[in-house]
């Protein structure tokens, strides 16, 4: 089995020299497994380990008695153990979730702070199995048969194409013992009854089922990356032009980045209005936004209109990149003469994707369209209001949205519209500044 893990580890660049992984223990079987192999694995893989153990203090004495084992391992093993004790209860009664749900949220939530540079918990391939299956019984995507990435971040799990028999063959190999928490005997959880019930049916169909589930898995990751690619490739395209598996992919990407719930109903809502509504239809959201579809195009728009009061702020002190409205970023970039040539600017028309750096008062921000706002387009003879131009260009939707960049003046670009005059380029421009949005 140590084979099979360094290969793992190997194959998915889990570990690198001079590292520290922190091994989540339970001090269950998959978990001691884990901390042995890891500690036997150590010296070639060159790295230090440490585990981490938390009581969630659900079942009284029982997980005190966990923590105590925990406790003894680590010390005979010579690796440094932190514990904490959180009332994993009280926390998911606080969150509104199941204690299987909230459990697993404290426990992430923990890993993320701890001092290591990788956490790696004892997910075996049984576990995997019954992760997929568990995510077809709620009607999973294809993302969620995927099962359980072998890293996701600073996690890593090494035990993942190893199964229970492996693993406890090998703690048996090493008489080293181990504690079972008694809530895995019963039935009272949804995936118990999967491990229990449903598990030892399909390995009666083939006992290969869950090894079988690890190769389906991979093979369905690697179409998951190639579609979620495809579709932050497509993030601007006419959801018409594209396959329903590309388009909901964008639709999704979309609701994301406003934090927005993205379950199979609404990307679907979302997706099928947008590619058959020819005038603008509405679909109300979550967090206080509507989507807004018309000929293939969604634009998430808040439900009350900014256009009065700014309802995104942000202070812009230097070059760089600056989120707005959630699906856009504002690229500030500053050059100067030595790359760039004010008279090339100028012959070319270009004013109104440079500017002069300097020309800028302090104080600048990317805020919201406001009705007061107005503008006098770089080489344009007169000033006009900013929603008048915006009118022309943009569905009201867009406009509501549009982003602006101000300084104590006023307007100093504005988005579809460019800078304002006050601060195009001369011959003597030495500093320019290019804005750009990227649209997720």
């Given at each position: ?41 150590s010296p070639t893989l060159g790295v230090k380990v440490t585990a981490v153990h938390i009581n969630h203090m659900l079942r009284g004495a029982e997980s005190d008695r966990d923590e105590a084992f925990c ?264 050059e100067t003469d030595e790359n760039m040539n004010a008279e090339d600017i100028i012959n070319k028309k270009l004013t109104f994707r440079y500017a002069d750096y300097d020309k800028i008062l302090n104080g ?77």
């Open positions: 089995m140590l084979e099979k893990i360094k290969s793992v580890i190997q194959k998915f660049n889990m570990l690198q020299d001079g590292e520290t992984v922190c091994c989540a223990l339970s001090g269950g079987a998959d978990s001691v497994a884990l901390l042995l192999a890891l500690l036997e694995l406790r003894d391992l680590c010390e005979r093993l010579n690796v440094p153990l932190t514990v904490f004790r959180k009332d994993a209860a009280a926390f998911s009664h606080s969150l509104g979730v199941s204690v299987e749900t909230g459990a697993r949220e404290m426990r992430y939530g923990i890993f993320s702070q701890l001092p290591a540079d990788k956490i790696s918990t004892a997910h075996n391939l049984n576990d995997n199995a019954e992760t997929v299956l568990f995510r077809m019984a709620r009607g999973t995507g294809l993302k969620g048969l995927t099962g359980i990435p072998p890293v996701r971040g600073k996690i890593i799990r090494p035990l993942l194409f190893c199964t229970r028999e492996e693993i406890e063959a090998f703690l048996g190999e090493k008489g080293q013992g181990f504690v079972t928490d008694s809530t895995n005997l019963s039935d009272d959880y949804s995936r118990n009854r999967i491990r229990h019930r449903i598990m030892p049916e399909m390995e009666a169909v083939h006992k290969a089922f869950p090894s079988c589930t690890a190769a389906m898995t991979v093979s369905l990751a690697e179409d998951e990356d190639f579609l979620s690619k495809e579709a932050a490739r497509q993030k601007n395209a006419d959801l018409r032009e594209l396959h329903p598996a590309v388009g909901k992919r964008v639709v999704i990407n979309l609701l994301r980045a406003h934090k927005l719930k993205t379950n199979a109903e609404r990307v679907s809502e979302v997706w099928r209005t947008a590619v058959g509504a020819k005038n603008a239809v509405k679909i109300s959201l979550d967090g206080g936004y509507y989507a807004v579809c018309r000929k293939g195009r969604v634009v998430i728009v808040p439900e009350r209109s900014p256009a009065e009061r700014p309802a995104e702020t942000v202070i812009i002190d230097r070059e760089g990149k600056y989120p707005f409205f959630g699906d856009k970023t504002v690229i500030i970039t500053k600048v921000i990317l805020r919201n369209r406001l009705r007061s706002d107005r503008i006098k387009p770089a080489g344009a003879a007169h000033t006009r209001e900013l929603r008048k131009l915006l009118q022309e260009k943009l569905p009201p939707e867009e406009r509501e949205i549009s982003a602006v960049i101000a300084d104590e003046k006023g307007v100093v670009w504005a988005e579809h519209i460019g800078f304002d005059d006050r601060v195009k380029i001369s011959a003597d421009t030495k500093n320019f500044v290019k804005i750009e949005i990227l649209k997720i």
